[in-house]
């Protein structure tokens, strides 16, 4: 039995959300915003969060941004579920690290189809542990000792390898 987060603030949402699993066997732990989320998260044994955007103190967006540089959780399933269809929003969601998207309101059968379908990828935290590597490489490379600064007719220049 997988086990799910729900972070949401609204009460009426986190409760639709969790009815909506539970009758598909999941086991369903909640958090009204995203420091709750981070606890539940510190305890461990969660298969995947579902995140909403809009939380009061820390964004669902943060919240992914937070997850994903956290190597405990790095590689846990996140699922957006917000009434916010903006496409810049959605851009966002999975720029911070969200692995899908859901507009509210939702079916019921996509709902569960789409966090089956997150929960089946494998390799999720290999995956995650190279993207990650290939990022901190990549910094790390852009991150070398400035070349000397030279004048060039009162004109500074900078030289890169």
């Given at each position: 039995?997988?086990?799910?987060?729900?972070?949401?603030?609204?009460?009426?949402?986190?409760?639709?959300?969790?009815?909506?699993?539970?009758?598909?066997?999941?086991?369903?732990?909640?958090?009204?915003?995203?420091?709750g989320a981070?606890?539940?998260?510190?305890?461990?044994?969660?298969?995947a969060?579902?995140?909403?955007?809009?939380?009061?103190?820390?964004?669902?967006?943060?919240?992914?941004?937070?997850?994903?540089?956290?190597?405990?959780?790095?590689?846990l399933?996140?699922?957006?579920?917000?009434?916010?269809?903006?496409?810049?929003?959605?851009t966002?969601?999975?720029?911070?690290?969200?692995?899908?998207?859901l507009?509210?309101?939702?079916?019921?059968?996509?709902?569960?189809?789409?966090?089956?379908?997150?929960l089946?990828?494998?390799?999720?935290?290999?995956?995650?542990?190279?993207?990650?590597?290939?990022?901190?490489?990549?910094?790390?490379?852009?991150?070398?000792?400035?070349?000397?600064?030279?004048?060039?007719?009162?004109?500074?220049?900078?030289?890169?390898?």
């Open positions: 039995m997988f086990t799910v987060l729900i972070a949401d603030d609204e009460v009426d949402h986190r409760d639709l959300l969790s009815l909506a699993l539970r009758r598909f066997g999941y086991r369903i732990v909640t958090a009204e915003d995203a420091g981070l606890e539940v998260l510190a305890q461990g044994g969660v298969d969060a579902l995140i909403d955007v809009r939380m009061p103190g820390i964004s669902g967006l943060e919240l992914c941004r937070r997850i994903r540089s956290d190597p405990a959780v790095e590689s399933p996140i699922m957006v579920v917000s009434a916010d269809v903006h496409r810049d929003r959605i966002d969601a999975l720029h911070a690290g969200a692995d899908d998207y507009c509210k309101p939702f079916a019921r059968d996509e709902l569960v189809a789409r966090l089956g379908d997150l089946r990828r494998p390799g999720t935290g290999t995956i995650r542990s190279a993207i990650a590597s290939r990022a901190a490489l990549a910094a790390a490379r852009h991150v070398t000792t400035p070349a000397p600064i030279t004048r060039c007719e009162d004109v500074r220049i900078r030289h890169s390898a």
